[in-house]
């Protein structure tokens, strides 16, 4: 059984062999996902950078191997929705890089990837800014409704090319979740982003096209409507934010989960410390499949702390427990 396989019954709760880290993936990104211009790099900017993306966000970015912060906002106001030129998804600037990268793809065991970062919320505050888009949700609703329709039609648009070019799994990232519980309440997020959600969803759940959907924080509000929706993965639970055998519970079976190891104790642990946690992790999430053991953010880590934990999981993620 390669990776591939192996990760597929993970998915599906189907007798794996092992657990692993993660899915096997070929990653495949349209210029503008990583927060690009149309022709300059995005967050891999030095520090100190300044720079415009393809949705005219402003960048700043201060920190190294870190991500830039969005600081200016195009749709800040009301009335500039009119004049808005919105990025067009067949735009070959734009797309060009996808089928580049679909050339380049040499790994047969692995998922041909495409990613949707920013899907919806995250996009909708970048261009409008966190404080005023809460606003408008109750002062302004069509005005964030159409908003988020015009953002989905442009990952419907690039979704077209992924399928083009086969894609076997996509990314999508929104982060749904502060430490003490969600960042949007239900009805918003039922009124807002669910309705646009299922359009990006159903495309891909009608090709038979497997989904990683991402949000960092505490994302126990959100678990349903993703498993109906369609999720097959969930990353990457923070364990900080989350009670992860609730989690466990509630998914079991339904979705797979992906994450869970504290970045805290990477960043700090011991070997022994790290080798405890990725056992625990794996007798509690991972019993039946349905589990990828890594740790829950991304971060620039030890490299030593890293190996630890492949080691682990590695030593403790052989079935049977």
């Not at 600037?93 to 990268?101: G, N, P, S, T, V």
């Amino acid at each position: 059984m390669n990776q591939k396989e192996n990760a597929l019954r993970i998915i599906h709760f189907d007798h794996p062999e092992w657990v692993m880290e993660q899915p096997p993936c070929y990653m495949v990104s349209y210029q503008g996902c990583d927060h690009e211009g149309y022709q300059g790099i995005g967050d891999e900017h030095p520090p100190g950078s300044r720079w415009t993306d393809i949705w005219g966000v402003g960048w700043h970015k201060e920190l190294d191997e870190m991500m830039g912060l969005p600081v200016e906002n195009p749709l800040s106001e009301m009335q500039y929705l009119k004049d808005y030129q919105w990025p067009d998804p067949n735009d070959q600037r734009i797309i060009e890089k996808i089928y580049r990268l679909k050339s380049e793809y040499v790994y047969e065991s692995t998922f041909i990837t495409g990613s949707h970062r920013d899907t919806l919320w995250e996009k909708a505050y970048m261009l409008v800014g966190m404080k005023k888009l809460m606003g408008y949700f109750y002062t302004e609703p069509e005005f964030v409704r159409e908003i988020f329709h015009r953002i989905m039609d442009f990952h419907l648009g690039i979704a077209k090319h992924y399928i083009n070019i086969g894609v076997e799994m996509v990314k999508m990232t929104d982060d749904l979740g502060m430490q003490i519980g969600p960042l949007l309440g239900p009805k918003i997020v039922n009124k807002f982003l669910i309705p646009e959600y299922k359009r990006l969803f159903k495309f891909y759940k009608d090709k038979n096209v497997l989904i990683n959907f991402h949000s960092c924080g505490n994302v126990l509000s959100i678990l349903e409507p993703l498993m109906e929706l369609g999720a097959d993965i969930l990353n990457p639970i923070q364990d900080s934010a989350n009670d992860l055998s609730r989690v466990r519970q509630i998914t079991q079976g339904r979705l797979a989960l992906q994450g869970g190891v504290s970045s805290k104790t990477i960043l700090k642990g011991s070997e022994k410390e790290i080798s405890n946690v990725v056992k625990e992790r794996i007798h509690l999430l991972g019993q039946e499949g349905g589990y990828f053991c890594c740790v829950d953010q991304t971060m620039p880590y030890p490299q030593a702390h890293l190996d630890y934990l492949k080691a682990a999981v590695q030593h403790y993620g052989k079935y049977p427990f």
